[in-house]
């Protein structure tokens, strides 16, 4: 597989994007409910209130990280190529296709090929960094080749 770096970065991108859309439409949505609950009093307002905010809090630290993910992603030439492995790099590997990047998961491409984003705090990439093709390296008990970095 020859892979694309241009349509792996937009399709991270727009992974990201939605995240963050759709963390700040659940904060929105939280805020206009505690905007809503001021205008009655229940006997357990408070806990609504509470767990309300709570959630608005844990939407907020969400909403934070896919920015800093955006942010972190806007970093990467897609036009760069380097022989060994470290942050930007596409890794094709005798199990898997890595991209060194955020940590987004499995990103299914056009073509149907599937590649795993995964960050610079990941163990696996911890394993690989500074690798080339050609190299191995071992994770969870397994042997993997480099196949190829992109």
């Given amino acids: 597989m020859i892979t694309n770096k241009e349509e792996l970065f937009i399709k991270c991108l ?16 939280i805020k206009e409910s505690m905007e809503n609950n001021d205008a009655h009093t229940d006997y357990d307002e408070d806990d609504t209130k509470g767990q309300l905010l709570n959630d608005f809090e844990k ?31 596409i890794v094709e590997t005798s199990e898997n296709y890595y991209f060194i990047s955020v940590a987004l998961g499995k990103i299914v491409l056009e073509e149907g090929a599937t590649v795993y984003a995964i960050s610079t705090e990941a163990p696996i990439f911890q394993e690989m960094k500074g690798k080339k093709e050609g190299d191995s390296f071992s994770f969870n008990g397994k042997t993997q080749e480099i196949k190829g970095v992109h």
């Fill in 14 to 29: 727009d992974a990201v994007n939605k995240q963050i859309s759709k963390y700040q439409n659940e904060m929105d949505e």
């Fill in 59 to 89: 939407y907020a630290e969400y909403l934070d990280n896919s920015r800093k993910m955006k942010e972190k992603l806007s970093r990467i030439d897609h036009t760069h190529y380097s022989e060994t492995i470290d942050f930007g790099s």
